[in-house]
């Protein structure tokens, strides 16, 4: 398996522009988390999906950033329009149907690394 | 919602010796306390994890505890070597998954 694919791997961009973040989880895994990670917040959760739907998007940290998971192999994290601030590195992970004894390891993508001007 | 704290966010120690990072957490209900290690420019892979039924676990030179009562987790990773240098995450999982702020270990030769 490929692992989880992100892209684009990096993406540079001038402030106000739509920013489009996609990810691949691995196949057969049913839970998929964005995170941002920057070096003043550390790593944190944006939103995440079960079975495709959203479940918690309390991390979303305002109307500009929308994520959507049309189906199990695919979601997008959009950020319109984009700010300086938001300038980090997004990881996408996902995680396989829980275990007997509960939730199971993440599995990160390689992240993408976004630079607003 | 959870929150989960970490020290320290620095730890240098010579090589050989043991490293511990100790983190808390605030909700009760978590069940599952993995720990991720990060080099530089790479993504978070786990190294170890431990679920709330159990309160100690060990792989080779590293282990992890946990104190359900304290609500209190540690790594501890023991003949650290300069490949272990590597920014390390604790998390505690709920419905979600919440990390520390990290700790940026650097084992010096």
């Known amino acids: 398996d490929a692992g989880v694919i992100q892209s684009p791997r990096h993406e540079v961009t001038e402030m106000g522009q739509e920013v489009t973040l996609r990810c691949k989880p691995i196949?057969?895994?049913?839970?998929l988390f964005w995170y941002r990670q920057t070096m003043m917040r550390g790593l944190e959760l944006l939103i995440y999906?079960?079975?495709?739907?959203?479940?918690?998007d309390s991390g979303m940290p305002e109307d500009r950033f929308s994520a959507k998971m049309p189906n199990a192999s695919f979601s997008t994290l959009k950020i319109q329009p984009s700010e300086p601030r938001d300038s980090a590195v997004y990881f996408c992970?996902?995680?396989?149907?829980?275990?007997?004894?509960?939730?199971?390891?993440?599995?990160f993508g390689p992240g993408t690394r976004l630079t607003v001007l | 919602g959870e929150n989960v704290e970490q020290h320290p966010s620095t730890l240098s120690v010579q090589e050989g010796d043991s490293a511990v990072i100790k983190c808390t957490y605030s909700?009760?209900?978590?069940?599952?306390f993995p720990w991720y290690k990060q080099e530089l420019g790479k993504r978070p892979q786990l190294i170890i994890d431990?679920?709330?039924?159990?309160g100690e676990k060990k792989d080779q030179r590293i282990a992890v505890t946990l104190n359900k009562t304290a609500k209190h987790f540690s790594l501890h990773i023991t003949e650290t070597q300069p490949e272990d240098s590597a920014v390390y995450f604790c998390?505690?999982?709920?419905?979600?998954?919440?990390f520390g702020a990290g700790t940026r270990l650097t084992v010096k030769p």
């Open positions: 992970a996902s995680t396989p149907p829980g275990l007997a004894g509960g939730p199971g390891e993440q599995f």
């Open positions: 196949s057969g895994h049913n839970s």
């Open positions: 999906f079960n079975n495709n739907v959203p479940i918690d």
């Open positions: 909700d009760s209900a978590s069940n599952y």
């Open positions: 431990i679920r709330s039924n159990v």
């Open positions: 998390a505690a999982h709920n419905n979600d998954m919440r």
